[in-house]
């Protein structure tokens, strides 16, 4: 009951979404990588939820529609898988993970779940490669914001920022 209280409390006091939708958007900061995380649609060929993979064509990977901006627009309830695809434009393999994402504004956070790529794992895409991964986001029936950002930093992995064994590798 509490709980149940503190929620309606909490969330009470959050705008309501416009038209029934929550524009969630979906950023990116880099340290040590070229910009380019870009987030799709999934099409009737996309696997499961963290299936991850690099390939040498944007067309090889099984996608719908671009999101501009990364901008997804959501229902309360409502559940979403998305494809975000990476491009090494570099001249060198990247190496690279997701420091857990941060969400604005904070109270947005309540009821908003993502199976997102910040799961401590190093991914790695070679020289002009896209690297891709599905992922899911969902809003909770009881969500009120109108609009959120979710920002994840990509960080290089080099051998100087890690000691001892390599950390494994999911591509």
């Not at 529609?65 to 090494?88: I, Q």
């Not at 504004?105 to 779940?113: F, T």
């Not at 997102?116 to 809003?139: D, E, F, I, K, T």
Request: proline residues 8%; contains cysteine; charged residues 20%.
């Amino acid at each position: 009951m509490l709980i149940a209280l503190l929620s309606f409390s909490l969330l009470g006091h959050a705008q309501e979404p416009a038209h029934g939708k929550a524009e969630v958007r979906l950023s990116w900061t880099y340290e040590g990588l070229p910009s380019g995380m870009r987030v799709f649609e999934t099409s009737p060929k996309t696997p499961g939820v963290g299936t991850t993979a690099t390939v040498d064509r944007l067309e090889d990977i099984p996608v719908g529609a671009e999101v501009r901006d990364g901008r997804v627009r959501m229902k309360p309830g409502e559940e979403r898988t998305l494809v975000l695809v990476y491009r090494n434009s570099g001249k060198t393999p990247a190496r690279f993970f997701a420091a857990p994402h941060g969400v604005k504004p904070h109270a947005a956070a309540l009821g908003l779940e993502f199976t997102c790529l910040c799961m401590n794992h190093v991914y790695a895409a070679g020289p002009g490669r896209w690297w891709w991964r599905v992922v899911n986001l969902s809003l909770s029936p009881e969500f009120a914001a109108a609009n959120l950002e979710i920002t994840h930093a990509l960080v290089r992995v080099t051998k100087d920022s890690v000691r001892g064994e390599p950390l494994p590798v999911n591509r």
